[in-house]
């Protein structure tokens, strides 16, 4: 069954805390991406990877890291800078040559402790 | 930065009335998208436009792209309770590679 998976589904935060949230794909795509929704409001994009080993930072990328290892794995790591992290994290990816349709995962409810 | 703005940011209907999101962009956009996100789940590919002025329908739903490609319209007719959900657009600028920028979202409630 193809798709891109994030997990957990829920993740607690205690202060001073990091946690790693994980997305995996296996569509194939070259191109990966993390969006911030917060309750009644948009996606706003915190990194994205077009290859393998290289990313960009997005729109929010202040106390947000993440690796691009392989291919199909983009993890997405919310440090103790992260001073509002409670959110809903979106993992996506697009193919270059299909006109950038993204495909969104399940997502991760993220909470402060 | 570019910025994606959507209106209205909420629309309560009665089922059977129809009903318009409109989508505008402060620059240029290469092409536009629109996702759904049912509430509780992620958003899920409609459709992408791609041509100045271009139209597409798919069932109930009418998208358009403005001649300028800055903005952008769905038009559901005879909403139904299914048609519950947030309504994005994504936009790429042109020569911005890979890159999407979602709109605000217009949230729509249909009632019976």
């Known amino acids: 069954d193809g798709g891109i998976t994030q997990s957990p589904k829920y993740l607690f935060r205690k202060e001073g805390q990091n946690v790693t949230l994980s997305c995996e794909q296996n569509?194939?795509?070259?191109?990966m991406y993390w969006y911030r929704q917060d309750p009644g409001q948009g996606l706003r994009l915190i990194y994205y990877?077009?290859?393998?080993?290289?990313?960009q930072k997005g729109d929010i990328a202040e106390g947000y890291s993440v690796s691009r290892e392989k291919k199909e794995s983009f993890p997405l790591t919310v440090t103790s800078a992260q001073k509002n992290p409670t959110a809903f994290y979106l993992c996506?990816?697009?193919?270059?040559?299909?006109?950038?349709?993204?495909?969104f995962g399940a997502g991760t409810r993220l909470s402060v402790l | 930065g570019q910025q994606v703005m959507q209106i209205p940011q909420y629309q309560h209907v009665q089922e059977g009335e129809d009903f318009t999101t409109y989508c505008n962009s402060s620059t240029t956009l290469s092409n536009i998208q629109w996702y759904k996100q049912r509430p509780g789940g992620h958003p899920v590919f409609l459709i992408q436009l791609v041509k100045s002025g271009e139209v597409k329908k798919q069932k109930r739903l009418t998208f358009q792209f403005g001649e300028a490609k800055k903005n952008s319209s769905l038009h559901i007719t005879a909403t139904q309770t299914t048609d519950v959900g947030t309504y994005f657009c994504?936009?790429?600028?042109?020569?911005?590679?890979?890159?999407?920028?979602f709109g605000t979202g217009t949230q729509l409630k249909v009632e019976l």
């Open positions: 996506a990816s697009s193919n270059r040559g299909g006109g950038n349709i993204q495909y």
């Open positions: 990877s077009q290859i393998v080993n290289d990313f």
């Open positions: 994504a936009g790429t600028v042109t020569g911005g590679g890979n890159k999407l920028t």
């Open positions: 569509l194939n795509h070259d191109a």
